[in-house]
């Protein structure tokens, strides 16, 4: 029984129904196999997700893409267990589009230099009065909608 293979079956099989499920199973490695007990373990720092994962709507997903992939009737038991050595941990995801790098000067049009993006700085807070603000046509408008009211709070 090849299990890292099975594994990574499982998990494009289940991220086909449930992309949620399968990032959760992408921090755990197949125990075993035995007499139809599919063991999942999740290394102790990841024991959270455990929690997460170990429900009875993930549970009937497991077993019905184990079902399809040639295990029928298979049990699903999540451990805490740390991954042997050799585990190569989680199937890489496949590529994301690398997103197209910003024209170089040598690639700019008619040889132009395009000048590096400026930072932006968050900008400051404008002070207005407490007069200009109560009777600002945005805050009356919320005002009417939440059938609210403005009240001065003293400490």
């Given amino acids: ?10 998990l494009e099989a289940v991220g086909r129904a449930s992309p949620f499920t399968r990032s959760y199973l992408l921090e755990a490695h197949p125990v ?11 290394d102790p720092e990841f024991a959270d997700k455990l929690e ?10 497991l077993q019905t893409k184990l079902g399809e992939l040639g295990h029928p009737n298979t049990q699903i038991k999540f451990i805490k267990s740390e991954a042997p050595a050799e585990w190569a941990g989680p199937p890489s995801a496949p590529a994301a589009p690398v997103p197209a790098a910003p024209p170089t000067p040598a690639s700019s049009p008619k040889g132009t230099a395009s000048a590096p993006p400026a930072k932006r700085d968050k900008p400051a807070p404008v002070g207005i009065s407490a007069e ?10 919320a005002l009417g ?6 009240v001065e709070v003293r400490s």
């Fill in 145 to 150: 909608i939440f059938k609210g009211q403005i």
């Fill in 1 to 10: 029984m090849d299990l890292p293979r099975l594994w990574r079956e499982v």
């Fill in 32 to 42: 075993s196999l035995v007499k139809n007990v599919f063991t999942i373990g999740f």
């Fill in 52 to 61: 997460l994962v170990n429900n009875p709507k993930n549970q009937a997903l």
């Fill in 132 to 141: 200009e603000f109560k009777n600002d046509p945005l805050i009356q408008k």
